[in-house]
C-alpha cells in the first residue's frame, strides 16, 4: 500500500497550521494556500496508487557457482512496467543490500538492467534477492514500496588453497590415465537432462541450470578408479570453540558455529581438490549423519565440494560403527578434539597398510588459564611429566602408525599443510588437549 513520506506528513501538518491561522486572524487568503499544502500530498498520494509497479525480475551471476570471499558479478533484468523509481536488492552480505540506485522508466520494450557486485562472506546455498522498488512521486510526498519476491539461491563453495604434493602417494600410473580421463569428462563432457521428480538435488547441473533458465540434472555416472578417503570431524563436541548461534527472532532455530571448524573446512576442500589433481576419487566420511539432498559443484569432486559447502556441525549417533570398511585406501582425516569413541572411528577408517596422515586443529587465541605460583608439589610432579601423556589424542595417532600434526588457525592452510610434510617446524600449541579434558 502507498503511504505518505515524512515530507508529504509535513504538508498536511503545514495545511492545518495555515488554516487555523486563517480562521483565528480573520485572514481568508490564507485557506487558498493551506487548501494547495493540502491538495499536494493528496495527490502525490493518488498518483503513486494509481501506478502500480507490474515487473518480472530476472538474475544471472557470474560466475554461477561463486568461492566464499571471492566477488560475484550480478545482472539484474527488469522487466514489465514501472516509472523510474530507486531500488534496494538484498544480499548476504553487510550491511545485508545492494544500491539503492535509480531505475529509470521500465516498458514492455525496453527493460531495465542492473548491474552490482557483492562478496559472499561464508559457504552455503545464498540467498540473492528480492529486488525491492521505492517508486515516488516526482516531489516525494508520497511512496509505494514494491517487494519483487523474486530471489535465486547461490551455491557458495569453500575457498581453495593449492596444495604442495608430499603426504599422500601418488596413485599407480596405471590407473592415473583413467582417471585423468575421468576429469576430463567430468568438466566437458557432462550429459544433463531435464530435472524430474524424485530427482536428488545434489545432482542438479548450475551451469547447465543458468544457461537455460531450467533446472537440470546430470545423468552421467561416476568412473572407477584408486580413491582416497577424507575424514572429517562433524560433531560439534569436537571443538574447543563451538558455540550457539541463534537468529535474528526468537524462534529461530539455534546452530552450531566453529571457527576451528570452518578452517577445517577450507583444508577438507583444499585436500578434496589436492588428491582429484593427483587421480583420487575422494571419498568424504563424517560421524554425523548429512543431508541426502546435498548440492552438487562442477570438477571430479564436484559432490564433495558440494557438500562441504552446506555441512554443518551436529551431533553423532550414540553408536559409530567401528569395523573397518574395506579397502585400503590412503586416508586424511582433519579434526579438533574428537571425544574417545570418535577418536576410536576415526583410527578404524584406515587399513594398516595405508597411508593415512591426520590434522588436529584448534582455537588461534585459547582462553588463558589463571596462573598461580608453583608449588614445591608442583616442583616434584615436574620430575615425573614424562609419565604424563599431555595430548592423548595425538598419541592415540601416533601409536597406529598415522603421521600427525597439531596447527593453529592462525596458520594459513598451505603452511599447515607443509607442517604435516614435515617441511616446518612444528610447534606445540598452548590449547593442545589433556588427557583430563576428555568429552563427556
Same mark, same amino acid.
Request: proline content about 9%; cysteine-free.
Given at each position: 500500500?502507498?503511504?505518505l513520506t515524512?515530507?508529504?506528513?509535513?504538508?498536511?501538518?503545514?495545511?492545518?497550521?495555515?488554516g %487555523?491561522?486563517?480562521y483565528?486572524f480573520?485572514?481568508?487568503?490564507l485557506?487558498t +494556500?493551506?487548501?494547495? %499544502?493540502?491538495a499536494?500530498?493528496l495527490i502525490?498520494?493518488?498518483t503513486?496508487?494509481?501506478?502500480r509497479p $507490474?515487473? /518480472?525480475?530476472t538474475? #544471472?551471476?557470474?560466475?554461477?557457482?561463486a568461492t566464499e570471499g571471492e566477488p560475484?558479478?550480478?545482472q539484474?533484468t527488469?522487466?514489465g512496467r514501472?516509472?523510474?523509481?530507486?531500488?534496494?536488492? *538484498?544480499?548476504?552480505m553487510l550491511?545485508?543490500f545492494?544500491?539503492?540506485?535509480r531505475?529509470?522508466?521500465?516498458? %514492455?520494450s525496453?527493460?531495465?538492467? +542492473?548491474?552490482y557486485?557483492y562478496?559472499?562472506p #561464508?559457504?552455503?546455498l545464498l540467498?540473492?534477492?528480492?529486488l525491492? +522498488?521505492e &517508486?515516488?512521486?516526482?516531489?516525494?510526498?508520497?511512496?509505494r514500496v514494491v517487494d519483487?519476491r523474486a530471489?535465486?539461491?547461490?551455491l557458495?563453495l569453500p575457498a581453495?588453497t593449492?596444495?604442495?604434493?608430499?603426504p599422500v602417494?601418488?596413485?599407480?600410473?596405471e590407473a592415473?590415465?583413467?582417471?585423468s580421463?575421468?576429469r576430463?569428462r567430468a568438466?566437458?563432457d557432462?550429459?544433463?537432462r531435464e530435472y524430474?521428480d524424485?530427482?536428488?538435488?545434489r545432482r542438479? #547441473?548450475w551451469?547447465?541450470?543458468a544457461?537455460?533458465g531450467?533446472l537440470?540434472v546430470?545423468?552421467d555416472?561416476?568412473?572407477?578408479g584408486p580413491?582416497a $578417503?577424507?575424514?572429517?570431524?562433524?560433531?560439534?563436541?569436537g571443538y574447543?570453540?563451538a558455540r550457539v548461534?541463534?537468529g535474528?527472532s526468537?524462534?529461530?532455530? /539455534?546452530?552450531?558455529?566453529s571457527?576451528t571448524?570452518e578452517?577445517?573446512v577450507?583444508?577438507?576442500?583444499?585436500?578434496a581438490?589436492?588428491l582429484?589433481?593427483? @587421480?583420487?576419487?575422494?571419498?568424504?566420511v563424517?560421524?554425523?549423519e548429512?543431508?541426502a539432498?546435498a548440492?552438487?559443484?562442477?570438477?571430479p569432486v564436484?559432490?564433495?565440494l558440494?557438500e562441504?559447502a552446506?555441512i554443518?556441525? @551436529?551431533?553423532?549417533?550414540?553408536d559409530?560403527d567401528? #569395523?573397518?570398511?574395506p579397502?585400503?585406501p590412503?586416508?586424511?582425516a582433519?579434526a579438533?578434539?574428537p571425544?574417545e569413541?570418535t577418536?576410536?572411528?576415526?583410527?578404524?577408517q584406515?587399513?594398516? *597398510?595405508a597411508p593415512?596422515?591426520?590434522l588436529?586443529?584448534?582455537?588461534?587465541e585459547p582462553? *588463558?588459564q589463571p596462573? $598461580?605460583q608453583?608449588s614445591q608439589?608442583?616442583?616434584?610432579?615436574?620430575?615425573d611429566?614424562?609419565?604424563?601423556d599431555t595430548?592423548?589424542? *595425538?598419541t592415540?595417532?601416533?601409536?597406529?602408525g598415522w $603421521?600427525?600434526?597439531?596447527?593453529? +588457525?592462525?596458520?594459513?592452510v598451505? &603452511?599447515?599443510?607443509?607442517s604435516l610434510m614435515g617441511?616446518?617446524?612444528?610447534?606445540?600449541?598452548?590449547?593442545s588437549?589433556?588427557?583430563d579434558?576428555?568429552h563427556?
Amino acid at each position: 500500500m502507498p503511504r505518505l513520506t515524512a515530507r508529504g506528513i509535513a504538508f498536511l501538518v503545514t495545511a492545518v497550521g495555515i488554516g %487555523a491561522l486563517a480562521y483565528g486572524f480573520e485572514r481568508p487568503e490564507l485557506l487558498t +494556500i493551506a487548501a494547495v %499544502a493540502a491538495a499536494a500530498p493528496l495527490i502525490a498520494f493518488v498518483t503513486v496508487a494509481s501506478s502500480r509497479p $507490474r515487473v /518480472r525480475v530476472t538474475r #544471472h551471476l557470474e560466475p554461477v557457482i561463486a568461492t566464499e570471499g571471492e566477488p560475484v558479478q550480478v545482472q539484474v533484468t527488469v522487466s514489465g512496467r514501472a516509472r523510474a523509481a530507486e531500488w534496494v536488492e *538484498r544480499v548476504p552480505m553487510l550491511p545485508g543490500f545492494a544500491g539503492p540506485g535509480r531505475l529509470r522508466e521500465v516498458t %514492455a520494450s525496453r527493460p531495465a538492467r +542492473i548491474g552490482y557486485r557483492y562478496w559472499p562472506p #561464508h559457504r552455503g546455498l545464498l540467498s540473492v534477492g528480492p529486488l525491492v +522498488i521505492e &517508486d515516488r512521486d516526482p516531489f516525494a510526498l508520497a511512496l509505494r514500496v514494491v517487494d519483487t519476491r523474486a530471489m535465486v539461491a547461490q551455491l557458495v563453495l569453500p575457498a581453495v588453497t593449492p596444495l604442495t604434493p608430499g603426504p599422500v602417494p601418488d596413485p599407480s600410473s596405471e590407473a592415473g590415465p583413467r582417471t585423468s580421463r575421468s576429469r576430463e569428462r567430468a568438466d566437458d563432457d557432462v550429459v544433463t537432462r531435464e530435472y524430474r521428480d524424485g530427482d536428488a538435488l545434489r545432482r542438479v #547441473h548450475w551451469r547447465v541450470t543458468a544457461r537455460q533458465g531450467e533446472l537440470m540434472v546430470r545423468n552421467d555416472e561416476p568412473q572407477a578408479g584408486p580413491h582416497a $578417503r577424507l575424514i572429517v570431524d562433524t560433531q560439534s563436541l569436537g571443538y574447543l570453540d563451538a558455540r550457539v548461534v541463534r537468529g535474528v527472532s526468537a524462534r529461530a532455530s /539455534r546452530t552450531v558455529t566453529s571457527a576451528t571448524f570452518e578452517w577445517l573446512v577450507r583444508m577438507a576442500a583444499s585436500s578434496a581438490v589436492h588428491l582429484a589433481e593427483r @587421480g583420487y576419487t575422494v571419498e568424504l566420511v563424517t560421524p554425523t549423519e548429512r543431508g541426502a539432498e546435498a548440492p552438487m559443484a562442477d570438477g571430479p569432486v564436484g559432490d564433495v565440494l558440494g557438500e562441504l559447502a552446506v555441512i554443518a556441525l @551436529g551431533r553423532r549417533p550414540a553408536d559409530l560403527d567401528e #569395523h573397518a570398511p574395506p579397502g585400503a585406501p590412503p586416508v586424511v582425516a582433519l579434526a579438533g578434539a574428537p571425544d574417545e569413541q570418535t577418536l576410536r572411528w576415526m583410527l578404524a577408517q584406515r587399513s594398516s *597398510r595405508a597411508p593415512a596422515v591426520a590434522l588436529l586443529a584448534g582455537p588461534a587465541e585459547p582462553a *588463558r588459564q589463571p596462573s $598461580r605460583q608453583p608449588s614445591q608439589r608442583d616442583a616434584r610432579a615436574s620430575f615425573d611429566e614424562t609419565r604424563i601423556d599431555t595430548d592423548p589424542v *595425538r598419541t592415540a595417532f601416533e601409536r597406529a602408525g598415522w $603421521r600427525v600434526v597439531r596447527v593453529s +588457525i592462525a596458520r594459513s592452510v598451505d &603452511d599447515a599443510w607443509l607442517s604435516l610434510m614435515g617441511e616446518v617446524a612444528e610447534s606445540e600449541p598452548a590449547w593442545s588437549v589433556s588427557s583430563d579434558g576428555a568429552h563427556d
